[in-house]
């Protein structure tokens, strides 16, 4: 028989908190690649578009990179971050989503009461695109989606990304829920970074 635990102390999240990297973007390990081609750009049909060089952080192409949209389930880059920095991936989540509530969602199909450790949720966030394991980690994580949003936005903060703001851990449309193509690529970096 599995116990599963209540939600993250209020140590263990302080603990987490007091460990996160404060640099304002992640460190750059090279310098910016020289174009050699006088190839010309391809046409892009997208909203926007950004091209970064992962070791130097170097732009290399921007279509209105700075504009912010409606980031879908790009979301779940940043709730995973956020978990990583401030969780215990090995803790046993009792869960409290029922994913059958959430018809036409990509699911990872959770059920109240399911047992499982954090990690395993963020797989089922990340390779299913689990709207219902965006909930449960963050309900997990931090007592409450609302408090979660908020640990999403220090995140963006803290980075120095201000084009960006989270309303929800799974990125389904709601108002005030916009990325940049230039944040996300930087939450992208960062995230590659970590463990």
Known sequence: ????????????TQNAI?????????????????????????TISSTAAIIVDEASGAVLYDLD?????APASLTKIATAIVAIEGSDLDAWVQVNVDSRQMPGSSLMGLLPGDCMQ????LYGLMLRSGNDAALAIARYSAGSDAAFVNQMNTLLSRL????????????LDQDNQLVSAYDLAMLARYGMQLD
């Open 1 to 12: 028989i599995i116990k599963c635990g209540g939600p993250a102390s209020s140590t263990i």
């Open 18 to 42: 007091t460990r996160l990297p404060v640099a304002p973007t992640p460190a750059s390990t090279g310098t910016a690649p020289n174009l050699t081609t006088t190839t010309a750009v391809p």
């Open 65 to 69: 990179g700075h504009t912010a949209v």
């Open 118 to 121: 954090l990690r395993d949720i």
């Open 160 to 171: 120095g990304l201000t084009d960006s703001h989270f309303a929800n851990p799974h990125g």
